[in-house]
């Protein structure tokens, strides 16, 4: 998914940023720093991530080599305390914590119940306006390989989310589908657009091998230009896999009858 060379080390690792893992101005998209993130702190580890937090510092540019260092700053029987840094010419693009763990027999629980909401086979693609995967080979940005087919019907935000190669989910996959917080801020406010993330935070269940997802996206509020939300990710069967929340600069937002600000 992100072209990941983890190094003999298992706490060095790199890839080139390019298509289709930038957003749509060509920069660096917040998923693909987020998952990038995940699989070094489980390479290093060897466990499964169970919460991650990404702070993002410059926009990295495409065609640019991201060179990824894990320190493991605690390693116990069960948890293991992880910081990722990652660095373009020495210079830090993004950084992240988090834990991996071991999961036991221990509390487990599901609190919350899935919205009732239609099928993907019953959705329209987001961005397309047709149920047929995205097809645009001469995009650069991630939705090149991803598909959102909006079921929204009053409240959250509801999309499913799939790869357009159809390939299973796994925790990183997960967190680069789900950076779509900014979007919701936006529709709650009743704009078009969405945000440049300062933040993604993900936190993890067991995430099945399954193709698709339901993004289940609510603004909470919107202050100076920023704004908070969070995510709920469910698998087909109504079991909740992962939450997490963002914080962006609403930066690109816009009324429908406007044309999108230039970036």
Not at 83 to 106: K, L, P
Not at 139 to 164: A, H, I, N
Request: glycine share 12%.
């Amino acid at each position: 998914m992100i072209g990941l060379a983890v190094g003999e080390d298992r706490t060095h690792s790199s890839f080139v940023l390019g298509p289709p893992l930038l957003r749509h101005d060509g920069a660096l998209y917040g998923g693909t720093a987020i998952a990038a993130s995940i699989i070094a702190m489980e390479a290093a580890t060897e466990r499964d991530v169970q919460w991650i937090t990404t702070q993002f510092v410059k926009p990295t540019q495409n065609g640019e080599t991201v060179e990824l260092v894990t320190d493991v700053l605690a390693m116990g029987r069960r948890s293991a305390q992880v910081r990722v840094t990652a660095f373009v010419d020495e210079a830090v693009q993004f950084t992240s914590i988090g834990t991996t763990g071991i999961r036991t027999n221990g509390l487990t629980g599901q609190f919350e119940q899935m919205p009732e909401v239609a099928g993907p086979e019953d959705a329209v693609d987001i961005w397309q306006g047709h149920t047929r995967p995205v097809e645009t080979p001469d995009d650069p940005s991630f939705r090149r390989m991803v598909e959102y087919r909006d079921v929204s019907s009053g409240g959250p935000l509801c999309l499913w989310s799939r790869f357009t190669d159809g390939r299973a989910m796994t925790p990183a996959a997960v967190a680069f589908v789900a950076d779509m917080v900014p979007l919701a801020v936006a529709r709650c406010a009743g704009k078009m657009g969405a945000g440049s993330s300062l933040d993604n935070s993900m936190r993890f269940g067991v995430v099945p091998e399954v193709e698709w997802v339901l993004l289940e996206l609510q603004g909470h509020l919107a202050s100076g230009g920023y704004g908070h939300g969070s995510a709920k990710v469910w698998a087909d069967d109504g079991t909740l896999i992962a939450v997490g929340g963002q914080t962006a600069s609403m930066i690109y937002i816009f009324d429908q009858d406007e044309p999108p600000p230039l970036r």
